[in-house]
């Protein structure tokens, strides 16, 4: 039998990838078209000698983009700043965070990150993008917009909450996607990160989204540079598209993992340095901004604190290379045999040499000398740290990643670099203005792998393909690659979908193996030293997060056995529960009392019998009940008991917002004054949802967590032997904290019983 | 909080990648040595002009092969036969498949394979490779074996079928990731095909048991070859561990969009066809088979048949190469002018060429004549059918994805060797050996690709990069990648881990999207013409499979609903249910009348009170307790309800299969003949699975089934609105063609109603 094909949710799919693909492209050449405008016109000051003409233009510039980017974000949708990755997170996990698939903070976002990563800022634009994604996959599924005021009569059958999931699930990895130029990536970082609840029947069309958002993204980024048409439209050059395309192929040996376990090492400890100090540098943003007595000095702080970020930036841009002489372009035709020639110039006839487009800063250009035996020579001179600062993060991590460029880079400037980055790295992520943490994480990781790199050519000596294939592994590019994958995993603390990512972006199947031992070394070590960032923040904004998995620990460190523990045990009791036959000032009185999502429904089929459990209806559907005055009743005059005869669409129960909250209230508060609605009632019957999942009061708690989690319950009613409704879990009571305190209790009440 | 780390999990699944990859080394060096002296032999003899001889001496080589594997599998253990594949995923559905994890078994299938494989029969060692790494996954983290009789005393923890199932999947994961090299794609494997239930956290453990298993596989080919010791070991070149390496990288054009969704539409169509006549094929056999009158004729009939099979592919691959002439070695230094000069076997001077290692069979090999004005030219030649016959599986693949060897072969070759060869696969899949089918898909989907691939040619002319970089993307060795991943997805319907293995197989991320385009569009078309393979296979053996989404047909083709359906609909009522106290010959009775896994255990908590679920006990575990007549007590005498004694240790209780099932039966019998046994009774309350989930008799059957499904359920009780016990539901109740029969019933009662 053929399977249901559900051509609109491709339909659905296909459109979520177009709109986040184009939108990858825009965002790209935005910052493209600025950011090589600004540089270049530097370049050229600096060639004039007029390096502080070139640092007023680039402060200029960086500052003007800086302002307007946090300004957007501080006076218009403070929620559109950072990442968005853990908001994103937690509503995936069920949690409703505020604003965040809204059309203004979507506009916001688009320009604060475009002029954030435009600036200089060391940030990367991958971290919006997946969340623009998810943004567009909410927006588009539901064809409607609560801030626009309209809804258009186009799939409607997406407008719950389920399918609203699953789209914004496939539009964050299609942000991937575009971003990295990653499909499978996209697919697997939605999978391991971004959702809670997988249906694996999604994968495939998960998968065309991302797919579909890769090409356009490709497509129209093959035909244009920084908005010129450029010919050949539809010819995906690997250039182009593969972020940091890898040229050099070298084949991987088992001694290369030595260096590659250093490396994970390195990472997950400098992953949870920077996860430490990250989360310090916010913590105490945050108490100094508390401290503040008015709402607009906290605005221009913030404001101002970019500036501040930005100046450094670029004054460490435009003045450290300055601090370093020039070097000269080196190559190598065979081992210990340095020449310096123009042929060095080209990678074909010397296999060690130094790149085309390093920066020369205030280098002397040099010339070409031409004797008569036919041999020439140069005295061209480029500057290794404005190779590596004056220019984008990403241009950086393509000189960082080339191969067979051994000596292009020495420790000098590159820790001079890294120390430098990673403050202000760390700083900036967390600040008010739109930023990723990608390229950031990249460019770091790559310094210090490039270190580890060189470390062993001083060691070893410059090995490469033609001196002796064995040792070819030994390349500064290649540990930078690793490098990049470890901090990447130090921090993140991804694994799969951060490995098919690394491929992807780099092109080299090869060095697939080093890359997942780094990855998973510094994960290992990570774990030891904190939590991975995004569950961090996740914590630092107080987003209740349920882990897959449930680890208690109790008295310190001993880990407590959920399975010797039963849902009575963290159960919220008595619970709120409610007749399907109830007064409607009894229900008013419930929803303004409570703030619980959900309440159990009661039922007795005979009369006289206990009330046993029914189902469960949200806060949502008895507020719409309730707005519904004709489904009001006397005591006298009941409606048939037939849950078939339904006075409400469906369509009207099922709205996963309430637009009206001042006006819910005062009708509410009406209910509950006049007693008129005493003697008023409500058949709830038809709108109870039968099929709600409720445990016995002695189920273990493992198997309750594992249930709740796995089924992304929001409420699960806890019935006794009979039925009878005895309490309810939900989410909060799930918590590690919760969770904690819940069980310390019995566990000391059961120690003193045993005394 | 630092997680937990389960350091003997890690280990477990360590040791489980390396003995998988350590495995697929073996295997392959067994098959290369065999093979290669076959063919190096046959070569010689074809030489000398002897094709008799070498006739003769393939086919005494290849016949001798297929003996040993067939009469292995016939006669030792029938099990052993085919890929595994469809036993291993309906196992890890949750169906008990007898032998499938057994010593036996693994012996016979890695004979079987090696032998099948080197033979030269159409079939691949991937299958296999799959099903003995789910065998090792089972096998070694149990620590035991019942064949064996041994259990030795480590990772005790492990024995219980979650865990075992968790093993298996990462194992068979490990099978593919050393059979294609492809850690990634393995994993993704294991998640998309092999299992049904997939717990994200182990993702990463199995991820790690992958990288392992290709890490070993690698290292270890890396220095042998043929189990020769070739030096360089540690070093991993890419022609080596890489399996169908893609040397020459050209850019993708949307244009080459087009001719790949006319790809993936005869990939859909094809695969369709495959999966039609193989299931024809083996229906036909068993029930030429099911004439057959006594036993020892039908495994005759059975070894025959291979016989026969491997007689027809070796006349093929001897004398079809004689009925084609022999082929110039061409190559084009520039657009319309072909020269033939021995530079056309360096590919560095020419860019379209032909490939050095294309057979000769018996064409002459010409000489190199140089003129005076240096220039050369050739007459040597070669057969293109030899070159595609007359070579492993494997070699003629890697000949089909050459790049720019775009006339290397010609329609009539690659026409007559996709008749033949699709006509054997199809054979020769579910015959009597142990056989993957991988290596025939991508062989098929690489001939029709190739051909579309040369039509354009034919068309266009030969299109270069050093022609025209726009148009490069016309090369028949392109499209016959895409055509391979088109066909390898019409019959396996794989999609992501399919993308991803073609990937890391061919080691070109460039063609990702068209690879990914060709095996959507397959799928699309597949799905409209057949099941996938695997999945009409299980049908076809009769192993009851829940897929992950309930599509219903009622009266042709409306879709149910099953949302407008509750559980009580389809449930087995009344079940057979169990007092927590319960007498001895009542429970010896509905032992041996009743086939169930399980049985819902009643309870009342007050005298007097009905009786309400209380849990869930296994038919194990229950003889398990009938089993210890300790435990049995008479009416006057109970001992107190207290489920913290227990009598029977956990471990024992925990086992999952009982070997002495004969010595059980004569047991029960006793307890049922004899009266006494009517007065003794057990308390089974201390044994009973309190934490068995039940849902309420209205349920919606959309739900329940998600339920089930999501859960990994075996057995369902349904209670009413008292809590109790109404029905059960299983596994045989949720499987589609029960669904229909009981919903078509209802739906009748419903019409019948209305009118």
Avoid at 658 to 666: A, C, G, M, V
């Amino acid at each position: 039998q053929p399977s249901r094909l559900d051509w609109d949710r491709w339909v659905m799919m296909g459109l979520i990838g177009f709109t986040v693909g184009f939108l990858g492209f825009l965002l790209h050449q935005i910052i493209e078209i600025i950011s090589e405008y600004k540089w270049e016109k530097a370049e050229e000051f600096i060639k004039d000698g007029d390096i502080a003409v070139a640092y007023i233009w680039v402060l200029g510039i960086s500052l003007l983009l800086v302002i307007v980017g946090s300004v957007l974000v501080v006076y218009f949708r403070p929620s559109a700043g950072g990442s968005g990755m853990p908001e994103l997170i937690g509503f995936l996990n069920g949690t409703v965070v505020r604003h965040i698939f809204n059309v203004k903070t979507f506009v916001v976002k688009f320009l604060s990150c475009a002029c954030a990563v435009a600036s200089g800022l060391p940030v990367g634009p991958e971290g919006p993008m997946i969340h623009m994604g998810g943004l567009i996959g909410a927006g588009l599924s539901q064809f409607r917009s609560g801030t626009l005021g309209f809804a258009l009569p186009f799939f409607q059958r997406f407008r719950n909450s389920e399918d609203r999931r699953n789209f914004i699930q496939a539009g964050a990895g299609a942000g991937v996607a575009s971003a990295f130029g990653a499909p499978v990536g996209g697919l697997l970082f939605a999978m391991e990160e971004v959702s809670s609840f997988w249906n694996m029947k999604l994968t495939w069309q998960t998968f065309f989204c991302c797919m579909i958002a890769t090409f356009t993204t490709d497509l129209f980024n093959s035909a244009f540079t920084s908005f010129q048409y450029k010919g050949s439209f539809g010819l995906f050059r690997a250039e182009k598209y593969i972020l940091f395309q890898v040229r050099n192929e070298i084949p991987v040996n088992i001694l290369a993992f030595i260096p590659t376990v250093v490396l994970g090492v390195l990472g997950g400890l400098l992953g949870g340095l920077f996860t430490f100090c990250n989360l310090k540098i916010v913590r105490g943003r945050r108490a100094i901004l508390a401290k503040l007595s008015s709402d607009w000095k906290r605005k221009v702080v913030r404001v101002s604190e970019l500036c501040l970020i930005i100046t450094l930036t670029v004054t460490a841009s435009v003045f450290l290379p300055a601090a370093f002489s020039c070097s000269p372009f080196t190559c190598y035709s065979s081992q210990n045999d340095i020449v310096s020639s123009p042929e060095c110039l080209s990678p074909e006839n010397h296999t060690i040499h130094t790149e085309n487009d390093v920066s020369l800063y205030t280098c002397p250009p040099g010339v070409i000398t031409r004797f008569s035996n036919n041999s020439v020579t140069t005295n061209k001179t480029f500057n290794q740290v404005a190779t590596l600062m004056f220019v984008t993060g990403e241009e950086a991590i393509h000189h960082l990643f080339s191969r067979e460029t051994h000596n292009e880079f020495s420790y000098g400037p590159l820790f001079a670099v890294l120390c430098i980055y990673f403050f202000l790295a760390c700083w900036t992520a967390g600040s008010a203005i739109s930023s990723g943490l990608v390229v950031p994480m990249v460019l770091i990781g790559a310094l210090y792998g490039r270190i580890i790199g060189l470390s062993m050519v001083s060691m070893f000596g410059v090995m490469d393909k033609s001196v002796n294939e064995y040792w070819a592994w030994m390349d500064p590019g290649a540990f930078a690659l690793i490098g990049a994958a470890s901090f990447f995993g130090g921090v993140s603390r991804l694994t799969m979908s951060l490995t098919v990512i690394m491929m992807e972006m780099t092109n080299d199947v090869q060095f697939l193996l080093p890359i997942m031992v780094s990855i998973m070394v510094a994960k290992w070590v990570g774990d030891f030293v904190t939590h991975p960032l995004y569950h961090a923040l996740l914590e630092l904004k107080c987003i209740p997060f349920l882990d897959s998995e449930p680890v208690i620990v109790h008295e310190g460190n001993k880990p407590v056995n959920l399975e010797l523990h039963m849902a009575r045990d963290v159960m919220a009791a008595p619970p709120s529960v409610i007749s399907t036959r109830e007064s409607v000032a009894n229900l008013a009185h419930l929803l303004l009392d409570t703030p619980h999502g959900g309440f159990p429904v009661v039922h007795s089929s005979r009369e006289g019998q206990e009330k046993t459990f029914y189902g469960m209806i949200t806060r949502i559907e008895l507020s719409v009940i309730l707005f519904h005055p004709d489904l009001f009743e006397t005591e006298e005059n009941p409606t048939p008991e037939d849950p078939e005869v339904t006075l409400l669409d469906y369509q009207q129960t099922t709205i996963h917002k309430l637009y009206n909250t001042d006006e819910i209230e005062d009708l509410l508060t009406k209910f509950c004054d006049d007693p008129v609605y005493d003697q008023q009632f409500v058949n709830l019957q038809p709108y109870v949802n039968q099929s709600a999942l409720s445990v016995r009061d002695n189920f273990s708690l493992h198997r309750t967590y594992i249930i709740f989690r796995t089924l992304g319950l929001r409420h699960l009613t806890v019935v006794d032997e009979t039925n009878k409704v005895v309490g309810i879990i939900t989410r909060k009571d799930l918590m590690g904290f919760h969770l904690e305190e819940a069980l310390a209790a019995i566990l000391l009440e059961q120690q003193e019983q045993n005394n």
